[in-house]
Nanobody
Framework: QVQLLESGGGSVRAGGSLRLSCAAS????????MGWFRQAPGKEREGVAG????????YYADSVKGRFTIFQDTGNNTLYLQMNTLKPEDTAMYYC????????????????????WGQGTQVTVSS
């Protein structure tokens, strides 16, 4: 059974940083794609970043390019999202997602590309 557990959310001032973690279990690590999504109140869930375990070029939404970095620790099956220079518009619930399919490019930022989801961690950025 696949389980994804996010952590690391919190409240920060604009310009600050946070690192989100997603602990994955039940996946064969060498054969999946993972991503981060976010959903602000009253808005649709949007793809933030995605990656594959074989080191292919990661995906980033235009709104986070240059500020967010997605990376993995294969040793402990954990996905991370390093968020720097946070803005109030980054405020949202952040979700981790995974699939056994080898996603490429913009597909990593599409909800229906993923089969497994975590419960989310809240990020609040104040001005």
């Amino acid at each position: 059974q696949v389980q994804l557990l996010e952590s690391g959310g919190g409240s920060v001032r604009a310009g600050g940083s946070l690192r989100l973690s997603c602990a994955a279990s039940g996946l064969k690590y060498a054969a999946y794609s993972m991503g981060w999504f976010r959903q602000a109140p009253g808005k649709e869930r949007e793809g933030v970043a995605g990656t594959r375990t074989n080191g292919r070029t990661p995906y980033y939404a235009d709104s986070v390019k240059g500020r967010f970095t997605i990376f993995q620790d294969t040793g402990n099956n954990t996905l991370y999202l390093q968020m720097n220079t946070l803005k109030p518009e980054d405020t949202a619930m952040y979700y981790c997602a995974a699939t056994r399919r080898p996603l490429v490019g913009a597909a990593m930022g599409i909800q229906r590309s993923y089969d497994y989801w975590g419960q989310g961690t809240q990020v609040t950025v104040s001005s």
